[in-house]
């Protein structure tokens, strides 16, 4: 990113290479700018790698460039448009759109887009703003959008779809989408706009019970040991059932535990003698059992009846917990794309876990939550800064993918990470100090790294000798 000489205020030293200390802080160690700071940056060989002519001032420096950063978001976009193509021939036809939210620590009073709502984290006692995400089918970011935390699934793609446009042109693109993201009417907008954009979205789960009468008579596709599809048509529509036998076993492992332990808290429950202390228990295990409460049959004292076995009592509810059964580890696909066979629907589908797994590396190996930050710049700010980390992330996950499979970009920089930087001093006859700034070698699975990414360490830096140190000796001393 190359700033404008007259975007704010002019900032001591190179905005480049703030920003550069900024986002490989972010990759190697997130933490905040206060901890950049103090504790970081003196640690690192930052300062040797940006050269003399840089001048470090502190976080006031980071926060200043946060200041002048979203500026340059749209000119990073279409940037990387075009690195993507050179350095792994990405192509943008394929496009996987998913919602994440991250939360503030703080009140966030000052930060409009900051509002209670459903939580990712499983936090909702913090304010939040939902980040929009779009990656290419390798999982390469093109772009993206800060919302309200209060923002609907619902209410996003149209506008993130124009603006997907404004960017990177309009072409016929394949939108994959989770379920809940878009409604009918957007899904009937794409297939009469004048792209007839296509798609490839998962439906709510009672959808599957819904059209059982239409996919069941339909003969099973074998696409994997354990995932088998079927097809059926319904007006420009093609639907895609897929099975999966291991993720029917987990789905109803899962369940049978939530009812045992419900089971377990519902006897425990007969010993009550006071209604309400009964009511609260039934309503702390039917929160922590979740969907699987509605299997158990239960029927509770009203309000001027005494406990006992008449009105207090549940049972298991066979039928429907069959029924359920029956269902698990069913999923159905929509998409536009009429022209395609199934296997192929069922392997582009799959590619969604790519975008869960940019938004793992966002939280956990990036810190892109919580935000401390407390005012809207800075806050759009630290989530770009995140942006760009993340593209460094996922270029060396790239180059380590064909040259040492297996090997994650975490794994990598902590390989990296035994490379130290020492300063040995030696006192002269003179009395000057000679200074000697050097890095450790690697050892060989480091030296072996470096040599498949087909890169090498500098040469040692110079040594450098310090002038006399002159002693005044006050008058009137012996």
């Known amino acids: 990113i190359r700033f404008k000489p007259n975007a704010g205020a002019l900032i001591p030293g190179s905005c480049r290479s703030l920003l550069t200390i900024s986002v490989a ?62 350095l792994f021939g990405a192509k943008l036809d394929v496009l996987l759109y998913d919602l994440t939210s991250t939360y503030f620590e703080g009140q966030a009073e000052e930060i409009q887009k900051a509002r209670y709502g459903y939580s990712r984290d499983h936090r909702p006692d913090c304010k939040q703003v939902v980040l929009a995400l779009v990656v290419t089918s390798e999982g390469l970011p093109v772009g993206y959008e800060i919302m309200q935390g209060n923002t609907l699934h619902k209410e996003t793609l149209p506008a993130f779809v124009e603006r997907i446009e404004g960017l990177y042109g309009k072409a016929q693109r394949i939108w994959l989408m989770d379920r809940g993201i878009p409604t ?17 979205v998962g439906t709510p789960r009672a959808r599957v019970k819904k059209t059982r009468q239409q996919w069941e008579s339909a003969p099973w596709r074998q696409v994997r040991d354990s995932v088998q599809v079927k097809l059926f048509k319904e007006k420009e529509e093609l639907y895609v059932v897929a ?59 009203g309000e001027k009846e005494a406990v006992c076995p008449k009105t207090f009592s549940f049972a298991l509810r066979r039928e429907k917990l069959k029924e359920a059964e029956l269902y698990d580890g069913h999923y159905l696909l929509r998409s536009n794309l009429s022209d395609k066979e199934p296997e192929w629907l069922w392997q582009l589908y799959m590619l969604l876990v790519r975008i869960e797994g940019v938004f793992r590396c966002f939280k956990n190996d990036l810190g892109i939550r919580p935000v401390y930050h407390q005012n809207d710049a800075r806050v759009e700010a630290h989530i770009f800064v995140c942006f760009q980390a993340y593209c460094l992330w996922v270029t060396l996950q790239e180059r380590l993918r064909p040259l040492a499979p297996g090997l994650t970009p975490r794994q990598a920089l902590d390989q990296l990470a035994g490379i130290q ?14 200074t000697l700034r050097r890095y450790t070698q690697p050892d060989r699975a480091t030296q072996l790294l470096l040599q498949r990414l087909g890169k090498s360490l500098p040469e040692q830096p110079p040594p450098k000798l310090s002038s006399p140190v002159k002693l005044e000796i006050p008058q009137g001393t012996v």
Request: proline share 2%; charged share 35%.
């Open 25 to 86: 802080y972010r990759l190697i160690e997130p933490g905040s700018e206060w901890r950049c700071h103090r504790l970081w940056y003196e640690r690192s060989a930052m300062g040797d790698l940006l050269g003399e002519g840089f001048v470090w001032g502190g976080k006031d420096q980071l926060y200043a460039v946060l200041d002048r950063l979203l500026a340059h978001r749209d000119e990073l976009f279409k940037h990387l448009q075009n690195r993507w193509k050179d």
């Open 184 to 200: 009918e009417e957007q899904l009937e907008a794409l297939r009469s706009g004048d792209l007839q954009i296509k798609y490839l």
């Open 243 to 301: 099975r999966s036998d291991g993720r029917q076993q987990k789905e109803i492992a899962i369940r049978r535990k939530k009812l045992a332990r419900l089971l377990w808290t519902l006897r425990g429950m007969r010993k009550e003698t006071k209604r309400d202390s009964l009511l609260m228990r039934w309503g702390a295990a039917k929160a922590k059992a979740g969907r699987a409460a509605a299997m158990v049959e239960l029927r509770l004292p």
């Open 421 to 434: 930087m020492l300063d040995v001093e030696l006192p002269t006859t003179d009395g000057r100090r000679l």
